[in-house]
């Protein structure tokens, strides 16, 4: 199993959940970092445009790229609700592989775990190599790594989430299974999102992987990419890290 399986599966449930869990409370941050780019900004895994588009309202202009067809079909209807059409610029590509001239961008952002997904060195080291190529001299690369996967503890098809109102406008439940590969160091998710009641229940099935990052791995790794690292943040609002803080961001730059 790669990072990327399992995305298409989840894009009809992934905004739903993520309104129930990080929300917008990273939005703000992302929108002052655009403000402080003198230029487009690049989102790496931008999904159905859960970040792309407020920064875009917010005045920036996005490039968001992403693997997923379903998901980017998502932010392309979002677009278009929207009317940012000429602000927001969406890519299909792998991000090991960026598909863009070098020195394109002064900021390249990558929220919310994304870089996560990429479960084996070989992918990281290529995805950081790419983000350093398309920065500008002095741009600045944030990444935000989800710091609680460790802490999962493993269980099986519980009901994690629900709601009386899912995306179809049905009653939806969310059955989750976690295991933990510590050796290797991936959180796996087996999800199950049911929507509807009884027998008109309709069941969706999909299996999400994500490793764990520390935040010195991170560090020696981007330095590995010729990215000098300027902040450890623990908050959104720009407070500084420590291994209790809820949020691990990260901000490089380019030399």
Known sequence: MEGWHGWDEYAPYYDWENAQTVGRRDIEFWC?????????????????????LPVAKNGATVVGIDRSA???????????RSRLG?????????????????????????PYGILQSLLVDR???????????????????????????????????????????????KPIWL???????????????EQEFVEGRGRAAVRHKFSLAFRTLTVPQMVRQLEK????????????????????????????RRG
């Open 32 to 52: 002052r970092m655009a403000q402080q780019a003198d230029g487009p900004v690049l989102e790496l895994g931008c999904g159905t445009g859960r970040v792309a």
């Open 70 to 80: 379903p998901m980017l079909d998502r932010a392309r209807r979002r677009v278009r």
């Open 86 to 110: 000429a602000r927001v610029k969406l890519v299909r590509g792998d991000i090991r592989h960026l598909p863009f001239p070098d020195r394109s961008f002064p900021l390249v952002m990558a």
């Open 123 to 169: 992918d990281l080291t290529q995805t950081l190599a790419a983000v350093a190529r398309v920065l500008e001299r002095k741009g600045v690369f944030g990444l935000e790594l989800v710091a609680d996967l460790p802490a999962w503890d493993e269980y099986s098809k519980r009901v994690s989430m629900r709601g009386k109102k899912g995306p179809s406008g």
């Open 175 to 189: 059955i989750e299974s976690v295991k933990q590969d510590r050796e290797r160091r991936i959180t796996r998710f």
């Open 225 to 252: 990419a010729g990215l000098e690292v300027g902040a450890l943040l623990g908050d959104y609002q720009g407070g500084p890290w420590d291994l209790r803080a809820e949020v691990w961001i990260i901000l490089a």
